[in-house]
């Protein structure tokens, strides 16, 4: 049984690709081993029988031609590229610092609006069944918060 290695080796022999010393070896594998000559023979056929079938492609033009024409393809659409976002990059000039100004507006008068306290009436009347009863009340606007002292008065 021959291994992938040898087969490779073989393939490589057919193909005139192994150094002198290899090629060498892998003709007295040939001479001794009927395996590897079924092998070879087998690629041998394979190969000739692509080779006479190969469809041969001619180009009208030169190879440097071309390719110099693939070349100058590529260098129109680059140029292309680069051209389309400078015409459709006008208005975001104009556009994004009035967004911008926007934005920064609509959040301060949010934080004002959020900063402010509701208007509540600090100075309340307050109604209480006690007779002799006083009240001090206390708002502070900084602290957000109002404070009522109620006192009944004993005698």
């Known amino acids: 049984m021959i291994n992938q ?3 490779l080796k073989l393939q490589a022999h057919l193909d005139h690709e192994l150094s002198a010393a290899e090629s060498r070896r892998m003709g007295a594998l040939l001479d001794q081993d009927p395996e590897a000559r079924a092998l070879f023979a087998e690629l041998t056929g394979l190969r000739s029988a692509l080779k006479g079938n190969e469809l041969e492609l001619k ?4 190879r440097e031609f071309y390719w110099s024409k693939i070349e100058r393809a590529i260098a129109q659409s ?7 976002p400078a015409r459709r ?3 975001l000039r104009i556009m994004a610092p009035a967004i911008g100004v926007a934005l920064l507006m ?10 402010t306290p509701p208007a509540v009436s600090y100075l309340h009347e307050i109604d209480t069944p006690l007779q002799d009863t006083s009240t001090i009340s206390f708002h502070s606007q900084a602290a957000g918060m ?8 004993v005698y």
């Open 5 to 7: 290695e040898t087969k």
């Open 59 to 62: 180009l009208p033009e030169t």
């Open 89 to 91: 990059s006008w208005w």
């Open 106 to 115: 609509s959040a301060l008068v949010l934080v004002k609006l959020s900063s």
């Open 78 to 84: 680059a140029r292309q590229e680069s051209r389309v």
């Open 146 to 153: 109002s404070v009522v002292w109620v006192q009944t008065q």
